[in-house]
């Protein structure tokens, strides 16, 4: 009993973290994936080194604009009650013709029953929302933020708004 204790007290006394929580598959390989805590911060560094210029809105959210289409998108931070950050979420509105909501609302009822990501809506008689939802709640990874969220999310984003130009404009 002394000589798994003793390691493990050494272990906790220097400072040592070890993940007991994590899941283990057996016979699988792991990867060395950098992770860092889900933080508002985290995620403006990273957009900052990809070289994105953005501002925050009055709610403390990212807004940017689509370099080569000038469309704004939000990068919306969901916190739990006790202040951590949980999701993250994309989000673009496009203002649409009133008189073209049924097609619409059929084009987003199609996108939604085709693809997983990212979920299209109407979120007014003239407005098409777009959105992604990137939970965190594990930790923050700036490789998978840049290449599976925001290029993902900017990729489809073009594809929708190239499919209803004529219904918005």
Do not use: C
């Not at 403390?60 to 289409?69: A, C, H, S, T, V």
């Amino acid at each position: 009993m002394m000589k798994i204790v003793m390691p493990w007290v050494l272990v906790s006394l220097l400072g040592f973290q070890v993940q007991v929580n994590a899941m283990q598959l057996k016979g699988e390989e792991k990867t060395v994936s950098v992770v860092y805590k889900a933080t508002e911060s985290a995620v403006k560094k990273t957009m900052k080194k990809m070289g994105m210029k953005f501002t925050l809105d009055s709610d403390g959210d990212i807004k940017y604009k689509l370099d080569d289409k000038g469309w704004v998108v939000y990068v919306i931070f969901s916190k739990s009650r006790s202040g951590k950050l949980w999701n993250i979420q994309m989000r673009a509105q496009f203002g649409t013709k009133k008189s073209r909501y049924d097609e619409l609302v059929e084009y987003a009822n199609s996108w939604n029953s085709k693809h997983k990501y990212p979920k299209v809506s109407m979120k007014d008689q003239d407005s098409l929302s777009v959105k992604l939802d990137y939970p965190v709640q594990y930790g923050f990874n700036p490789d998978e933020f840049e290449d599976n969220v925001l290029g993902i999310f900017e990729r489809t984003l073009k594809k929708i708004g190239d499919e209803t130009e004529a219904m918005r404009k």
